[in-house]
């Protein structure tokens, strides 16, 4: 029998699909795609746009349905035969990729389109993707003299091990802390169920009674939260927040300063003035000056209302407890205490007006108000689990706009968290418009027998985050794949996700689908209200925390680090107009900062809240107009959502909005501008 994953498929033919088919399929996509990047490089006719640079996007196609096939389902349905299939794939996949940016004769051919781009009369589209690609040369390297390129490699090399060490260091220090604890007044204030978890975790660390608490999140997080001992709290939030930085062999004071350096060498290398110049270049922030006005202008805007709060915080510790200084580990278990005073809301409340099968059908009525899409349940479609749930997606004179695969409870063999994918993106070729497959991965609560799955509002928000990621791939209309709908700058992806969640709070959609699973009652407003005005509790304080940690990053990264000696001493400078709890000379954030330092978010925190001023202003255009009002949606679909990556994202968003983004929108919904 032939290997369904090398035939021309167009819906992925999951029943025919075995776990034994995808190495030798993967091994036939590559040499198949390698032989067209040779073909391309070889060429002896003259290089130009079509023969160099569209080629190149287009090939590897085969090899692209295979990845996405196997990668989504090692993320949504795998296990351990998947898993091994995915360790030996994967180098020969980044082997590939290399070979391709390291292929001299192919950027000859590439610059040579690239030098001559000016003349050649290229659609807005084509210009940005002969950029890109050029850029995914000249970015690793390829204009560089032969010693430089060396260099370059020694640093990769220094670079790729240093942030391994760094990572495995945050690691060990984390699973080496242990606070056991043997007296069970020492738990006073844990619900139940956690405790019970401590217990469990004493007993698998190998302790015979008492109970454990951990430096991981699901066992840290709840103890400061809950824990009434203010000196445990102390004592943990302290060993939380020392990790890396106890001067032994697992420190990494010595590794942030090098990582920085050798960011900062490598830029300069490739012509850059600092490493946030060059991860900039491709964000729509652009420059790290950029990032930092538009950080401090929202520090300076955000910091009357993070001092009332803190304020409020302060009061409350005091008239509560008696507490004179409020210091770090006091921060979350007072904050608890005070929401639950301020709003006792809870989930079960909310639950019986958010069945999910309301939730789906009230997402897909937005999406029809809004975008003239209508989703039809489809049963011919094959899928992975009998639990995914397909569609076919029309527009309003039936034209066929995507495939979408809906996939929504936890399973043993999915990994946690809720995301989109896509099973095909879309492009256009020959006169041809090839529609997407889009889909959309959850772990949602299930339904028991006697009741059906009923969604925390949380898990509604998600639901509608990841549908409008969706969206943003389902009504991609551009003619390069690697330009089509959610490839787009970084800084840039969450606008269509983090815009849709507004609905939820809006009472014009929640009286679409928000209705008591068993009565039909629709939600009462004032529990939208509490939703809302709890939404935003402590939002002074949460911004100037992300603020801290943008700065943080851009304090390492935005600057030449040559001259920093002292991490500790750069930091507290870094942090000083935003903290408002009593340093500790005990901890540093630097030394655990993964997400800088080991992930792929250098010079990239700061994103965080610049998608949230980008949608909060677009909401607010709605808001303005109404929030189903087709003009303004329409403006939305034809400049963002269908326009991918195929232009600067500033440009498509000031063709949608009018005007560049400000940071008032985003203050007035945070509730930061009354005084
Ligand atoms: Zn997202």
């Known amino acids: ?124 589209e084509q210009n940005t993707l002969l950029d890109k690609k050029y850029k995914s040369f000249s970015r690793n390297g390829a204009n560089l003299s032969d010693d430089k390129k060396k260099r370059l490699r020694e640093i990769d090399a220094k670079l790729a091990k240093l942030k391994l060490t760094f990572g495995e260091n945050v690691l060990a220090e984390t699973n080496k802390y242990q606070l056991h604890l043997t007296d069970e007044a020492d738990l006073d204030g844990l619900p139940e169920g956690e405790k019970e978890a401590a217990a469990q975790m004493a007993i698998s660390k190998g302790k015979e009674d008492g109970w454990m608490i951990t430096l991981d999140y699901p066992s840290y997080i709840p103890f400061m939260k809950y824990a009434k001992n203010r000196e445990l709290r102390k004592k943990l939030s302290l060993a939380f927040g020392s990790k890396g930085f106890h001067n032994d062999k697992l420190d990494n004071q010595e590794n942030v300063l090098e990582i920085a350096k050798l960011r900062f060498e490598r830029a300069n290398l490739l012509g850059y003035k600092t490493h946030a110049n060059f991860v900039l270049e491709e964000r729509m922030a652009e420059t790290p000056e950029k990032v930092h006005s538009f950080l401090n202008e929202l520090l300076e805007k955000a910091k009357p209302a993070a001092e009332r709060e803190f304020k409020q915080l302060e009061d409350f510790a005091k008239k509560l407890d008696g507490i004179d200084r409020l210091e770090k580990w006091d921060s979350s278990y007072y904050s608890e205490k005070l929401k639950q005073e301020l709003f006792n809301l809870d989930d079960e409340k909310l639950k019986p007006y958010f069945k999910l099968e309301n939730v789906i059908n009230g997402v897909f009525k937005v999406a029809e108000n809004l975008f003239d899409l209508n989703f039809e ?20 004179d039936k034209n066929f706009i995507s495939l979408f695969y809906a996939d929504f409870h936890p399973r043993a063999g999915k990994r946690g968290g809720a995301w989109m994918t896509s099973f095909k993106s879309q492009w256009k070729r020959n006169g041809e418009n090839v529609r997407p497959h889009i889909s959309n991965v959850c772990n949602f609560t299930p339904s028991t027998k006697s009741k059906p799955s009923l969604l925390t509002f949380n898990e509604v928000t998600t639901l509608f985050h990841e549908f409008g990621h969706g969206l943003h791939g389902m009504l991609a209309n551009t003619t390069y794949p690697s330009l089509s709908g959610t490839s787009v700058f970084w800084d840039f992806v969450e606008l269509p996700s983090q815009v849709l969640e507004n609905w939820c709070y809006e009472k014009e959609a929640l009286e679409l689908f928000a209705k008591h699973y068993e009565t039909g009652e629709t939600i009462p407003m004032e529990l939208v209200e509490k939703i809302k005005e709890s939404a935003t509790f402590q939002e002074g304080m949460q911004t100037l925390r992300q603020l801290s940690f943008g700065l943080l990053d851009m304090s390492w990264h935005g600057i030449e680090p040559t001259g920093i000696t002292n991490v500790k001493a750069h930091e507290d400078e870094a942090f000083k107009d935003t903290s408002l709890y009593p340093e500790t000379p005990e901890t540093c954030m630097s030394t655990a900062f993964s997400h800088i330092f080991q992930g792929g978010y250098s010079s990239g925190y700061y994103s965080y809240k610049w998608a949230e001023v980008l949608d909060a202003d677009a909401f607010a255009y709605f808001k303005e107009k109404g929030i189903f009002n087709k003009e303004v949606a329409t403006k939305f679909k034809d400049n963002v959502l269908s326009q991918g990556g195929t232009e600067n994202p500033m440009v498509l968003y000031k063709r949608f909005r009018g005007a560049e983004p400000k940071v008032e929108a985003l203050l007035e919904r945070a509730g930061l501008l009354q005084s």
């Open 1 to 124: 029998m032939q290997n369904p994953l090398l035939t021309t498929f167009d819906e992925a033919p999951f029943s025919k699909i075995k776990n034994e088919h995808f190495k030798p399929a993967f091994l036939q996509g590559i040499e198949d795609a390698r032989a067209e990047i040779d073909a391309i490089a070889e060429n002896s006719d003259a290089p130009t746009f079509d023969n160099t640079i569209e080629a190149l996007e287009f090939s590897g196609q085969q090899l692209d349905r295979i990845s996405s096939v196997f990668f989504n389902l090692n993320s949504a349905e795998t296990n351990e035969e998947i898993q091994k299939i995915a360790q030996e794939i994967s180098p020969l996949l980044s082997e590939f990729g290399n070979d391709i940016t390291l292929n001299e004769g192919l950027f000859k051919r590439v610059k040579a389109v690239y030098d001559q781009k000016d003349s050649l009369d290229l659609t807005v």
């Open 377 to 396: 349940e489809v049963t011919d479609v094959e899928k992975y689990h009998d639990e995914v749930k397909t569609y076919r997606v029309y527009d309003n």
